[in-house]
Every structure is written in structure tokens, then in C-alpha cells.
């Protein structure tokens, strides 16, 4: 079993729409939480972080991790076109970040 | 966070040869590391760089094939050593406050093509 597991899509939706992206996990020592955002040529760019189980909100993006369950998501409100990216999440191990192997999405106008 | 400036962007390289890709970080960061990425994959974990001594590998990586310096805190280099067709991919580096909250901001990549 992979330490992080991520549905690579793709992952298509209406603009305006409401995005879930998901990530199951087996190593409970992990203790943060990443999402990044990569577009196509371009850099992983961090998103959202997170530490414990809960919510935590910025702007139209909301990260929940549940670590009773070990599953983390990212929720995109109100998607635009220009969210269109690679999002991978990631969490923090012995100094090392583990990648999921990210999610394509793609907002249709 | 911090801002990190890779370079080449991009290169095409002969069967053979070697690259040399720069990392530089706008401000001094605890940890750097190299990634690679093929196309449409994840990142893979090349190494951990680190200031003034020889640079932490992952399995599957070797130092005679992927050497890296780190001689200071805002910088550190990646060569790619007698390249083949396979090692065509997208080389990325990071940089982190390391310890519990190990936070990375990647650079840009240097996409690398070996004919």
C-alpha cells in the first residue's frame, strides 16, 4: 500500500461549480498537511497547509483533514477556469515531503 | 515563504554529456532539496541538499550520477552526469524551514531533454 494515495482524474466540472479532491494516507505519523497547485510548465506552489484534524478556510478553498480516518480534501467553491491545474497533495515525514500523485482538473467554462 | 530562482529553464542535451542546473533561494532556508518529475507523474525525491557536507540520497539515486553542492544557504546546484535518453524529465528544486513544520516553495523546473 502507497504511503498517499490520490485519483490522478482527470477530474472535469462546470465552472462555478463546487471541486472536491480527495487523498487517503497509512502512515499516522504524519503531521502536516499540503495541498499544492501546479500548472502545466510550471513549479508545485503551495496552497494550503494544515496541521491538525478540522477545517481550515482561505478564500474559496477549504483543506479538511480527518485523521481518524486519514483522508484529507481540498474543497474549491465557486471554480473558475483558471483553477485548472494539477493539484497534489503532499504530507511531511522525517523532514521529507510525500506527494500524492495529483489530480488533473479542469473547469469548463 | 520564500521565492526560488532555477536555472536553466529548459536544455537539450546529447546522449553523454552532462548538465549543471542552479537553485537560488531569496533567503536562507534550513533545507533544500531535488526533485524530478516526469511528464504527468508525481514528484519523485532525488536528494536533500546539504551546506557544506555531501547530500542525503534516496534509494535508486546515486552521488556519481545526480552530484549536488550546497556551499551555502541560498544556493545549491544538481548535475545530471552522463545522461541518456532516460533521464529526460522535469528536475525541480525546493527549499524549506525543515523540523515540524517543513513547508517547501519550488522553483520554477528545468525541463530537460536528452536526444
Known amino acids: 500500500q502507497k504511503e498517499v494515495e490520490q485519483d490522478p482524474g482527470p477530474l472535469s466540472v462546470p465552472e462555478g461549480a463546487i471541486v472536491s479532491l480527495n487523498c487517503t494516507y497509512s502512515n499516522s505519523a504524519f503531521q502536516y498537511f499540503m495541498w499544492y497547485r501546479q500548472y502545466s510548465r510550471k513549479g508545485p506552489e503551495l496552497l494550503m497547509y494544515?496541521?491538525?484534524?478540522g477545517n481550515k478556510e482561505d478564500g474559496r478553498f477549504t483543506a479538511q483533514v480527518d485523521k481518524s480516518s486519514k483522508y484529507i480534501s481540498l474543497f474549491i467553491r465557486d471554480s473558475q477556469p483558471s483553477d485548472s491545474a494539477t493539484y497534489l497533495c503532499?504530507?511531511?515525514?522525517?523532514?521529507?515531503?510525500?506527494f500524492g500523485k495529483g489530480t488533473r482538473l479542469h473547469i469548463l467554462p | 515563504s520564500a521565492v526560488i530562482s532555477q536555472k536553466p529553464s529548459r536544455d537539450i542535451c546529447q546522449r553523454g554529456t552532462s548538465l549543471t542546473i542552479q537553485c537560488q533561494v531569496d533567503s536562507q532556508v534550513t533545507m533544500m532539496f531535488w526533485y524530478r518529475q516526469q511528464p504527468g507523474q508525481s514528484l519523485t525525491l532525488i536528494a536533500t541538499a546539504n551546506q557544506g557536507s555531501e547530500a542525503t540520497y534516496e534509494s535508486g539515486f546515486v552521488i556519481d550520477k545526480f552530484p549536488i553542492s550546497r556551499p551555502n544557504l541560498t544556493f545549491s546546484t544538481l548535475t545530471v552526469s552522463n545522461m541518456s535518453p532516460e533521464d529526460s524529465s522535469i528536475y525541480l528544486c525546493?527549499?524549506?524551514?525543515?523540523?515540524?513544520?517543513?513547508?517547501?516553495?519550488f522553483g520554477a523546473g528545468t525541463r530537460l531533454s536528452v536526444l
Open positions: 525546493s527549499g524549506g524551514g525543515g523540523g515540524a513544520k517543513n513547508i517547501q516553495y
Open positions: 494544515t496541521y491538525s484534524s
Open positions: 503532499a504530507m511531511d515525514r522525517d523532514d521529507k515531503i510525500i
